[in-house]
């Protein structure tokens, strides 16, 4: 056993020994493979670099993966045989220059990829359009690295007849950036590629939502807009959105996730960086749409804002659905909660205008009211919007105070029993309305006239509700309801209107009457049938079918009591009197009477042309009305 501090002397060196050196590395059979990968890997990056001065001009003008796929395949493998490399030095010799060699070459190889990825991205915009990217996502999902590593030379062949020209570049082109990405990403060069790629996908979604109409218009700009104009920018924002969100926004999802399917945090930054400016522009028009001054011409375009993106909703969830892409669901949920908001204010504000209107001119004739005919296409016009509302108003029930009859507000009722909200809210303006048309029949001197006024606006607010989807919303129940109530005005009408004819006439022809009291009889009857058909000569019953019923109804009350009285006394009169002006109709002459009531002053047309107005509602806001596209 060694003495103490032996162990000492054995390794201690002398001063003038020479310094102990590392044992040197063993070359191994893996140290030639890999040095192997590097010299190949040199052969192939230099002759594309076109930094390099032994490097030709078609290096610097051409494209690898455009005009030379299958080196641009054995570049790729260079590349990762290469990395296979350095990864190797690193744990084998940290301080190899050859470990050095192979950085330098990995970064020219990166810079060529940058530049290769940027051409492919440029020269094939037209082919990576948003329209052929969401049509053929299905086959580009199926398509991978692997495919491109496929491929033969000759495209054509693999792709066959199944896809056209313009879808084979497509998907080619979609190959190699993904080829691209992958590689620099796992090289460590992702940001490089993502720096390319957002800049240029970014500018092509700005200029596409540019050239669909969407602009970047703030809410003091839009609130400054008349409505003609603004109505404009309705209309293009909506034929807008749908293409931007199921075409731009999803082609442009399609063609970032399977770019950068090797890393889900860069496809979501790339998507939300390329996307979010553009999406919030287009979301965010509507709400300060929503935000501008409230009138009721403006309902059915708040409406058709309101169903674009209600009906896109699902979409627009699943194509932001990154946490980065959050704000834009927010403001399209945003948008759809001020419309709504907005929608519920303009339905207050139409139901409060009917119950203002002051106008007081009777419509001559006892015509159709223009309060009717604005409220009714207005009320049908809503109805076509029912699916929409029925959202908007399902949770705002319908309160109020008014002591209008109960029998008067029949609640529409489904199969199972319930009242869906909008019939409900619907069936309530109309009952407005019809209020207010009592209120407007006071104003005739002639109680017949109005009645005769609320039989013409009641069978034109049942007509219009039986010729729209108000009849689905409503029901048949209340269309027959009304009816009835029209009938009941009709004879009403009657009733005051003819009294006095019919009381001229005896109610019992067949009792006796001496000639003198039948003479009697035929001047009261004749001054009373034409004091009625001079009186109602200007009265009008614009509805072809009411009008009918009621000459046919006062035709059978009155021609067959009157030809039975002048039938049994006519010749005894015209004998004994002398004065043929004392029998001065005839029975036929009645019915001809009859049949020329009812046209208005005009005659013939079967309506009449009101100089009446209402104060709440303008002829302009009658038109607008129509906002829906049909």
């Known amino acids: ?24 590395h063993r070359h191994t059979f893996s140290d030639k493979l890999m040095d192997e990968n590097i010299d190949n890997a040199h052969i192939l990056i230099s002759k594309w670099d ?64 940058e530049k290769e990825f940027y051409q492919t991205l440029k020269s094939n915009r037209d082919f990576l359009d948003s329209e052929s990217l969401s049509n053929h996502s299905s086959r580009a999902s199926r398509s991978s690295f692997s495919d491109f590593e496929d491929e033969s030379e000759d495209d054509s062949s693999r792709y066959g007849d199944t896809v056209s020209e313009v879808e084979r570049v497509s998907i080619v082109a979609m190959a190699d950036l993904k080829a691209i990405a992958d590689c620099m990403i796992g090289s460590g060069y992702g940001k490089e590629c993502v720096k390319i790629y957002k800049i240029i996908r970014k500018s092509i979604v700005d200029e596409t939502l540019y050239n669909l109409g969407v602009e970047n218009l703030n809410f003091s700009q839009i609130q400054k807009m008349d409505w003609e104009v603004l109505e404009l920018k309705i209309k293009s924002w909506l034929n807008a959105v749908k293409v931007a969100v199921k075409t731009l926004f999803y082609g442009e999802k399609v063609l970032c996730d399977y770019v950068f399917s090797a890393s889900v945090s860069i496809k979501e930054s790339c998507f939300a960086d390329i996307t979010r400016d553009g999406a919030l522009t287009l979301f965010g028009f509507p709400e300060s749409v929503a935000k501008c001054k409230k009138t009721p011409e403006k309902m059915f375009r708040t409406l058709d804002l309101y169903e674009a993106i209600a009906d896109l909703w699902q979409d627009i969830e699943s194509i932001f659905s990154f946490e980065s892409t959050s704000t834009v669901r927010s403001q399209a949920v945003n948008s759809l909660i001020r419309l709504g908001e907005a929608a519920r204010t303009m339905l207050t504000d139409f139901e409060s205008a009917i119950s203002k209107d002051n106008s007081k001119t009777p419509v001559p004739g006892g015509g159709v009211h223009p309060l009717t005919r604005y409220v009714m296409n207005y009320i049908a016009f809503l109805a076509d919007y029912s699916g929409i509302l029925s959202d908007i108003v399902a949770d705002w029930p319908l309160t109020t105070s008014s002591p209008l009859p109960e029998s008067y507000f029949g609640s529409p009722e489904h199969e199972d029993g319930s009242s869906s909200a909008i019939s409900v809210r619907l069936a309530w303006l109309i009952l407005v309305l019809l209020c207010k048309l009592d209120g407007k029949a006071e104003f005739y001197k002639e109680v017949s006239l109005s009645y005769l006024f609320l ?112 039938e049994k006394y006519r010749v005894a009169v015209r004998r004994e009197i002398g004065n043929t002006v004392t029998v001065k109709f005839s029975p036929d002459d009645l019915g001809n009477y009859l049949s020329d ?34």
């Open 1 to 24: 056993m060694p003495r103490k501090g032996m162990r000492t002397v054995f390794f201690k060196q002398s001063p003038s020994s020479p310094p102990i050196r590392s044992p040197p």
């Open 50 to 113: 076109s930094d390099s001065p032994t490097s030709s001009n078609y290096c610097s003008i051409s494209s690898l993966f455009r005009d030379n796929r299958q080196e641009a395949k054995q570049y790729l493998n260079s590349i990762k045989q290469l990395q296979s490399a350095m990864q190797y030095y690193i744990s084998e010799n940290s301080a190899s220059e050859k470990l050095v060699r192979a950085q330098n070459l990995m970064q020219i190889a990166m810079k060529r990829l």
């Open 455 to 566: 039989a013409n606006n009641l069978q034109y607010v049942v007509n219009k509700v039986r010729k729209s989807s108000l009849k689905l919303l409503i029901g048949d129940e209340w269309i027959t309801k009304h009816e009835a109530k029209v009938k009941q005005y009709a004879l009403n009408y009657e009733r005051m209107g003819w009294n006095k004819v019919f009381s001229s006439l005896p109610e019992n022809s067949a009792s006796g009457m001496t000639i003198h009291e039948a003479a009697e009889c035929f001047k009261r009857f004749n001054s009373a049938f034409e004091e009625a058909c001079k009186k109602q000569r200007s009265w009008v019953v614009p509805d072809g079918k009411l009008r009918d019923e009621i000459k046919v109804s006062l035709a059978k009350k009155l021609v067959p009591a009157y030809r039975e009285f002048y």
């Open 597 to 630: 009531l009812f046209f208005g002053i005009t005659g013939g047309s079967g309506s009449i042309s009101s100089a009446s107005s209402t104060s709440s509602f303008s002829s302009s806001s009658t038109h607008s009305a129509s906002g829906k596209s049909r």
